[in-house]
């Protein structure tokens, strides 16, 4: 079992930044693939970013370039955010790979307005 915790979520203005973190804890060494995902009012939850165990890294169009993802030794998972827009408005959630099952965290909200 693995257990995630988000943060570093708030209010930005436009064209600020945030970074996200998500901390693991239980077996924290069976995590393999890591990723940041959003979920919008009304909208379906979409991938944001992922990592894999080799630090491979893979980003939706839309973040594409204004967005990192990063991890480190101890799977602790991060999300630098610049250029925030008001359509990166979301419930961000932190989700990792465990022997084949997928874990979720509980959220950060991120809100981007002026």
């Known amino acids: 079992q693995v257990q995630l915790v988000e943060s570093g979520g708030g209010l930005v203005q436009p064209g600020g930044s945030l970074k996200l973190s998500c901390t693991p804890s239980g077996n924290i060494f069976s995590i393999n693939d890591m990723g940041w995902y959003r979920q919008a009012p009304g909208s379906q939850r979409e991938m944001v970013a992922r990592i894999s165990h080799g630090r491979s890294t893979k980003y939706s169009d839309s973040v594409k370039g204004r967005f990192t993802i990063s991890r480190d030794d101890k799977n602790t998972l991060y999300l630098q955010m610049n250029s925030l827009k008001p359509e990166d408005t979301a419930v961000y959630y932190c989700?990792?790979?465990?022997?084949?099952?997928?874990?979720w965290g509980q959220g950060t909200q991120v809100t981007v307005s002026s």
């Open positions: 989700n990792a790979d465990s022997f084949g099952l997928p874990f």
